[in-house]
């Protein structure tokens, strides 16, 4: 198996602008995790999926920021519009029921 | 209070010693016991997981927990410089059909050889 994807890698981006995050996790998982990191906060569960609907997205910091799983293989996490404050890495990571949490390489985004 | 709590270090410890890193948690609920190693730059990987009180053995690695007193430790005998990272330490909480995994801040560990 490939394990959980992510893209892109690295974003560079300027102020004001949308972000897309995208995550394809680990064929049969039926949970989809998204987590931020950074040095000051750690690394922050901001919203996780059941079977493709968004369980608690109590950890998504405000309004710019949304995900979506319109179908198993796939989701979106989305900024807009971004902040410096925004920067960090962010990770996806994938569950078959209560079994080993696997986490994609992430994506370092850079927000000027 | 943070849910999971753990000493964010660093933590130094010479090559063949014990390394010990301690977590605390806040949910007397919680059932299942997470520690994940995360080298710099790298995403996170499961080393161990813990469900029951007591030791749990895993080669050079001992998963601990106490539920009384809430706390889950990770020894690592005869520390190699490889195992210099940062450890996190990680908690299930919520119900069944509605789990999720919260981490601590994590522990940077630096075995010098």
């Known amino acids: 198996d490939a394990g959980v994807i992510q893209s892109p890698r690295h974003e560079v981006t300027e102020m004001g602008q949308e972000v897309t995050l995208r995550c394809k996790p680990i064929s049969g998982h039926n949970s989809l995790f998204w987590y931020r990191q950074t040095m000051m906060r750690g690394l922050e569960l901001l919203i996780y999926?059941?079977?493709?609907?968004?369980?608690?997205d109590s950890g998504m910091p405000e309004d710019r920021f949304s995900a979506k799983m319109p179908n198993a293989s796939f989701s979106t996490l989305k900024i807009q519009p971004s902040e410096p404050r925004d920067s960090a890495v962010y990770f996806c990571?994938?569950?078959?029921?209560?079994?080993?949490?696997?986490f994609g390489p992430g994506t370092r985004l850079t927000v000027l | 209070q943070k849910e999971v709590e753990q000493n964010s270090g660093p933590l130094s410890v010479p090559e063949g010693a014990i390394a010990s890193l301690n977590c605390t948690y806040s949910?007397?609920?919680?059932?299942?016991f997470f520690w994940y190693r995360q080298y710099s730059g790298k995403s996170p990987e499961l080393i161990m997981f813990?469900?029951?009180?007591g030791d749990k053995e895993d080669g050079r690695f001992t998963a601990q927990l106490n539920k009384a007193s809430q706390y889950v430790s990770l020894l690592i005998r005869d520390s190699q410089p490889s195992d210099s990272a940062t450890y996190l330490c990680?908690?299930?909480?919520?119900?069944?059909?509605?789990?999720?995994?919260?981490f601590g801040q994590g522990t940077r560990l630096t075995i010098n050889p």
């Open positions: 813990i469900y029951s009180n």
């Open positions: 990571a994938s569950r078959q029921r209560t079994d080993t949490q696997y």
């Open positions: 949910d007397r609920g919680s059932q299942s």
């Open positions: 999926f059941n079977n493709n609907v968004p369980i608690d």
């Open positions: 990680a908690v299930i909480l919520g119900t069944q059909g509605a789990q999720k995994l919260v």
